[in-house]
């Protein structure tokens, strides 16, 4: 399967707003359409699995749009902002994002996140 096939079945397909596939450099693998991450921001994403200080300070920054970091980890990056919010998680190989809005319970979007980032490093990725 190719990584936008993830994006658009596995991620948007599950009730996600939209998602993207990057790699740990920060490289776009796949990206729903009209989600557009900047470099500084999936750079700083990227930057938040090693040190979260920075998240946590300043929030979390995707297409200009500031979430309340809850949750900052080696492994998962949770953010909030209005009834939406955003779920990141590491695989060995990628971050995968998730943008979720009021359709979408915060424990549901997680769990789709995470549930993908599980079969990704099981398969190597």
């Not at 996600?16 to 900047?38: E, R």
């Not at 979260?52 to 300070?57: Q, Y």
């Not at 749009?65 to 953010?79: E, W």
Request: overall charge neutral.
């Amino acid at each position: 399967m190719s990584w936008q096939a993830y994006v658009d079945n596995n991620l948007v397909g599950a009730g996600l707003k939209q998602a993207a596939i990057f790699g740990h450099n920060g490289t776009c693998w796949a990206a729903s359409t009209g989600f557009n991450v900047t470099e500084t921001e999936a750079a700083a994403l990227c930057a938040a699995y090693t040190d979260p200080s920075g998240i946590r300070a300043r929030g979390l920054f995707l297409e200009g749009v500031k979430y309340f970091t809850l949750r900052a980890d080696d492994r998962s990056v949770y953010g909030k902002k209005g009834p939406g919010g955003v779920v990141a998680v590491k695989t060995l190989q990628a971050i995968l994002i998730g943008i979720y809005d009021e359709k979408t319970q915060p424990g549901q979007a997680a769990n789709i996140v995470e549930k993908l980032a599980d079969y990704l490093i099981d398969q190597g990725y």
